[in-house]
């Protein structure tokens, strides 16, 4: 028995619109003649049929929406896609994308709306521990080590500010002293 060739030109369609690589064999049917028929290489079948389409999103909801809110500048929106990210991803997924996400928080946790440098520390500790070999991981030292020095230096001219306003009153408290009326001796 052999099969009809609108039957094999179906499988062939059906195949390509699939766009898989990967050949399957098909049974080759009785011989007819004296000589083996070759095999038919023919993509294995994949649903649903029909013509092709846009490739699926294979990234995570939380992920796509964090990465276009930092594309945008929406820095507290791309904290909160990531954060919920990291609460729902799937382990398989985490495994590609986890690194990238806690360097991103990183820096978003270093910058103003969304500074909190205990955060920061947090998803970089996470990140060293993680994924020590990480590709990301030279970004978020060098933005976390510029946060720790920005804090630092805000901390010292604080306690400059502070020290220049002793001083105005000491200044002031002595200009009353030498502008005040002296009594003869």
């Known amino acids: 028995m052999t099969r009809p060739p609108a039957l094999l030109a179906l499988l062939l369609v059906l195949a390509s619109a699939c766009g898989t690589t990967q050949p399957a064999k098909v049974s080759p049917a009785p011989p007819v003649e004296a000589r083996p028929p070759a095999p038919v290489p023919v993509a294995v079948p994949c ?33 909160a896609a990531y954060d919920a990210y990291l609460a ?35 998803y970089h500790e996470r990140l060293v521990r993680e994924f020590p070999d990480s590709t990301h991981r030279a970004e978020a030292d060098l933005v976390l080590r510029a946060s720790i020095e920005l804090d ?12 220049v306003a002793r001083l105005k009153q000491v200044v ?7 502008l005040a009326p002296k009594k003869p001796p």
């Open 152 to 163: 630092a230096h805000k901390k010292k001219i604080q306690d400059l500010e502070k020290e």
């Open 172 to 178: 002031e408290k002595l200009k009353e002293i030498d």
């Open 47 to 79: 649903l649903p049929v029909g013509p092709p389409t846009r490739a699926p999103e294979l990234r995570a909801p939380e992920l796509r929406r964090g990465d276009e809110a930092y594309e945008r500048g929406d820095l507290a929106g791309a904290a």
């Open 88 to 122: 729902t991803s799937p382990a398989m997924e985490a495994a590609r994308e986890v690194d990238r996400v806690l360097a991103r928080l990183v820096v978003l946790c270093s910058l103003p709306p969304t500074r909190d440098p205990v955060a920061a520390r947090d």
